[in-house]
């Protein structure tokens, strides 16, 4: 049995990581932010050398995109100086490091599923800092250092998307709801089962080092997202009413098109996540549950 240390281990991803890991019958350290702060390196040397991991998963992130316009080089500090600290603590230590990263990483301007070699061209400040973060990873730990790019990710342990749909549903007739923005909502369940195998497999020798894209297949909009929450929720789809990104302008621009390739994972025994329906089908007893405190046996 090999040990885990999964950092931001409080956040959405980071507690559904740790289930899937028990689940798996896995050694696994969850320490959040305040138990460790992964831009200082002598804290990193000494979790390593007290937990002795073989796999670091690096959940901990700045996630505030609007705010990291104005605070660009706070988030550098935890996006890219953090992540530069656990690779080389991780190659001191001959543990290997899973980085999570993100979709904001490309322009979002493409036509067609970016792959895992697409040029990299983020027009944030939080995709700057993400993507310092993955090259820190992947020049540091060429061979033991994997990043893990997902997008519009949603889980029951924490505030996102679906689950604040599922509170304006119960307030709200109508709602109005971007309809020109394409991605791929991505369960955090299904994310955290796919680092946990990519993990294995690297130790294995089965899994090369490198670029994947932990999304959910298929692609949507943000508003037939939420057509079919309100479905799953039993409400009408029509109270849910589409309109542009102009009507929600923000500090960072949000990527008009945030669908990724999965062809990486035919390099490796582990298969891409599954589409994204499904996925919001068996998830969403959870997210309700989580939200309004209403447990079902299914959607």
């Not at 889980?155 to 998307?161: E, I, K, Q, T």
């Not at 991605?183 to 080092?209: E, I, K, N, S």
Request: charged share 20%.
């Amino acid at each position: 049995m090999s040990t885990w240390l999964v950092t931001g281990a409080r956040g959405m991803l980071g507690q559904d990581l740790l289930a899937r890991l028990a689940a798996a019958d896995e050694s696994a350290v969850g320490l959040g932010r305040a138990a460790l702060d992964i831009t200082d390196p002598a804290a990193v040397r000494a979790a390593l050398a007290a937990h002795a991991p073989a796999v670091v998963v690096n959940c901990a992130a700045w996630t505030a995109v609007d705010d990291a316009e104005a605070k660009e080089s706070d988030a550098l500090a935890v996006n890219g100086t953090g992540p530069r600290v656990l690779a080389e603590a991780c190659r001191q230590a001959g543990a290997v490091l899973l980085q999570v990263s993100t979709d904001y990483v490309f322009a979002g301007d493409a036509q067609a599923p970016y792959g895992e070699d697409a040029p990299a061209d983020p027009r944030s400040a939080y995709g700057r800092t993400k993507l310092a973060g993955e090259r820190a990873v992947l020049d540091t730990l060429p061979d033991t250092g994997y990043v893990i790019r997902t997008a519009w990710l949603y889980g029951a342990g924490g505030g996102n998307f679906v689950r604040t749909m599922i509170k304006l549903e119960s307030v709200k007739e109508t709602l109005d709801v971007v309809n020109d923005q394409q991605g791929q909502p991505t369960w955090t369940g299904d994310l955290a089962d796919r680092l946990v195998r990519l993990g294995t497999a690297a130790l294995a020798g089965t899994a090369p080092a490198g670029v994947y894209h932990g999304t959910s297949g298929g692609r949507t909009t943000w508003f037939a997202f939420t057509r079919e929450i309100f479905r799953l929720l039993g409400a009408d789809p029509e109270r849910v009413r589409p309109t542009t990104s102009a009507a929600f302008v923000r500090p960072a621009p949000r990527p008009a098109y945030s669908v990724l390739g999965h062809d990486r994972w035919n390099e490796t025994p582990v298969e891409p996540i599954r589409d994204w329906r499904e996925a919001l089908a068996e998830a969403f007893p959870a997210l309700l549950e989580a939200e309004r405190g209403v447990a079902t046996s299914g959607a």
